[in-house]
């Protein structure tokens, strides 16, 4: 599926939904429908509606500790960031305006334990 006209592509992000490898990207775009793309493969996408109209096209998007972030170049409180544990079904998260440009990265480490 081709999304709405995005003016490109933003960011790529991967992570493991129900032990399936996911790619989630997103586009330059304002557009709540083709903002966000997500497959399992990396050759056939789907388009994931967000709630509603980010406040501005996204930026980036990053995965960690099972969660799919997203964020948008806007000064809005509500419609700024928003997670997701799929790709698919969206949540904007509440914030304080942000002071300029936002963008995003996750770092997650793993601890091993070793035992005798």
Known sequence: MTPAAPTGWAAVAFGFVNNLPTYVAVANTVNPTGAVMVS????????????????GACVGVAYGNGEFVAVFATAS?????AYSRDGLS????????PAGNW??????????TLSS
């Open 40 to 55: 399992n493969t990396g050759f056939t996408w789907t388009a994931a509606n967000l709630p509603s109209a980010p406040g």
């Open 77 to 81: 409180t509500t419609a700024g960031i």
């Open 103 to 112: 963008s995003v990265s996750l770092l997650v480490a793993s601890l091993a």
């Open 90 to 97: 969206w949540t904007f998260a509440t914030t304080t305006a």
